[in-house]
């Protein structure tokens, strides 16, 4: 077993403990440190001390060890939710994305040998047991099909389905003790949220079907390239799909401008087209979920765990919105943020004109009809920061509902991606087709 694979513990009773340990030893680190500090005369914040290198190496090391909820939460977190986190925590949960510790070959053979029977292996002229990717929930191997097909295979790390519930506790709980999460935060509902979209993710079935649903819906948006499906060799743990030959999409950073600027024209062309035409948007925006066939100029689309189906009334209430915001007519965003549901009963006006503010601030790049220079606007950090002062500032963290959430964490994934390439894309042309032309 090398350095870095370790049987992944797939009781609830094993994974607890690791829990445990690790608050235990977080706890006695806190107090030694501080013990420390007050011997020297200081007066140290609580953060101060669980934020010591030796904790967050602790921490990072552990949710990489028991990957599934526990990492994914930390990936959801960092991206939907970096404005209520300490930095430090943001960082680490960022580096979780794709450096989970990888399963060992016993491990891996009896996961296949449940899901495709005995003689799994007939199935493939090769397969390569060393994964290409390690993520939160599986990890991907490729291997040739007996047709001689080129695939992708994702399997599912054993004992994460049923784990995923009581990670997602024990994760919120060990947060909150060393007080990672403001107060004010409602981080329950949003946990009940991540159990619910974990327990999504983990259903291969249910992405094998999102997968043949995109491919259906872009066959004739040539810019786009999809997996096929191969249903004899998957299961509700294991999804085979063709192999995509590219370049992760953060590498065309170095490309020439007019590249760019088309691959971020054409995903946000996709965005809006997925929550106006599909009703079905892939809301998870990380970028190892996007590549770039440079041969033949695609973007090939990975992964649709993440897919969430929006009903006429949501769709309806973000046409509204964008038609109000570039009108100016706060009364009218005002309504439509109503009918998203983003209102709670409680809250203030000033917390309410907060909200407002904040949306108007996304929809900037809307307001011109030019291309929009998303690095230079710094409008990714803009929103990051007033989001903070919302969150922490005003004492206030406004959880919007759960399919809104989950459409920013979308927009707001585009809106970094297209930072990163340094992309100029004119938003207002991509948008103007689904506007209210009555408002």
């Given at each position: 077993m090398s350095a870095k694979e370790r049987n992944l513990p797939t009781h609830r009773i094993s994974?607890?403990?690791?829990?445990?340990?690790?608050?235990?030893?977080?706890?006695?680190?806190?107090?030694?440190?501080?013990?420390?500090?007050?011997?020297?005369?200081?007066?140290?914040?609580?953060?101060?001390?669980?934020?010591?290198?030796?904790?967050?190496?602790?921490?990072?090391?552990?949710?990489?060890?028991?990957?599934?909820?526990?990492?994914?939460?930390g990936q959801m977190l960092s991206m939907d939710a970096g404005d209520i986190l300490e930095p430090e925590l943001a960082n680490i949960l960022a580096r979780l994305r794709s450096d989970a510790d990888p399963l060992p070959a016993k491990q891996l053979n009896q996961v296949l040998e449940n899901s495709l029977g005995i003689n799994w292996k007939v199935e493939f002229v090769t397969f390569n047991f060393k994964p290409l990717a390690s993520a939160s929930i599986g990890q991907v191997h490729q291997a040739y099909s007996d047709?001689?097909?080129?695939?992708?295979?994702?399997?599912?790390?054993?004992?994460?389905?049923?784990?995923?519930?009581?990670?997602?506790?024990?994760v919120g709980t060990l947060l909150n003790i060393v007080g990672l999460i403001p107060k004010s935060v409602d981080y329950k509902s949003l946990l009940e949220e991540a159990k619910k979209q974990l327990h999504d993710e983990a259903d291969y079935d249910r992405e094998a079907d999102y997968a043949i649903r995109y491919h259906d819906a872009l066959?004739?948006?040539?810019?786009?390239?999809?997996?096929?499906?191969?249903?004899?060799?998957?299961?509700?743990?294991v999804l085979a799909m063709d192999f995509i030959e590219g370049v992760s999409i953060e590498q065309i950073e170095g490309y020439d401008q007019s590249t760019r600027d088309f691959v971020m024209h054409s995903l946000i062309e996709l965005m809006f087209k997925e929550l106006f035409d599909f009703k079905m948007v892939q809301t998870d925006p990380n970028f190892a979920n996007y590549l770039y066939v440079?041969?033949?100029?695609?973007?090939?689309?990975?992964?649709?765990?993440?897919?969430?189906?929006?009903?006429?009334?949501?769709?309806?209430?973000?046409?509204?919105?964008?038609?109000?915001?570039?009108?100016?007519?706060?009364?009218?965003?005002?309504?439509?943020?109503?009918?998203?549901?983003?209102?709670?009963?409680?809250i203030l006006p000033d917390q309410r004109q907060a909200i407002l503010n904040l949306v108007t601030m996304a929809c900037e790049p809307m307001l011109v009809d030019e291309d929009y220079d998303f690095k230079a606007s710094g409008l990714a950090q803009r929103l990051r920061e007033a989001g903070t002062i919302l969150s922490m500032e005003q004492e206030y963290w406004h959880t919007p509902p759960a399919d809104?959430?989950?459409?920013?964490?979308?927009?707001?994934?585009?809106?970094?991606?297209?930072?990163r390439l340094g992309a100029k894309v004119n938003i207002r042309r991509l948008v103007e087709p689904y506007l209210l032309s009555d408002s």
């Open positions: 994974r607890f403990s690791k829990f445990a340990s690790l608050a235990t030893r977080v706890a006695g680190s806190v107090i030694t440190e501080g013990t420390k500090q007050l011997a020297q005369g200081n007066r140290p914040k609580a953060k101060d001390l669980v934020l010591t290198p030796q904790n967050i190496a602790r921490l990072t090391d552990q949710l990489a060890h028991l990957r599934g909820a526990a990492m994914k939460l047709a001689g097909d080129k695939l992708a295979i994702k399997v599912q790390y054993p004992g994460i389905r049923k784990s995923i519930d009581s990670d997602v506790d024990n066959k004739e948006h040539s810019h786009f390239v999809v997996p096929k499906i191969h249903p004899q060799v998957s299961s509700d743990s440079e041969q033949t100029c695609q973007i090939g689309l990975l992964d649709f765990g993440a897919t969430r189906e929006y009903s006429d009334r949501f769709s309806d209430g973000y046409r509204s919105a964008f038609t109000s915001v570039i009108n100016h007519n706060e009364q009218g965003l005002n309504k439509a943020l109503e009918q998203i549901g983003f209102f709670s009963e409680t809104a959430l989950f459409l920013h964490r979308k927009i707001g994934g585009m809106y970094l991606l297209a930072s």
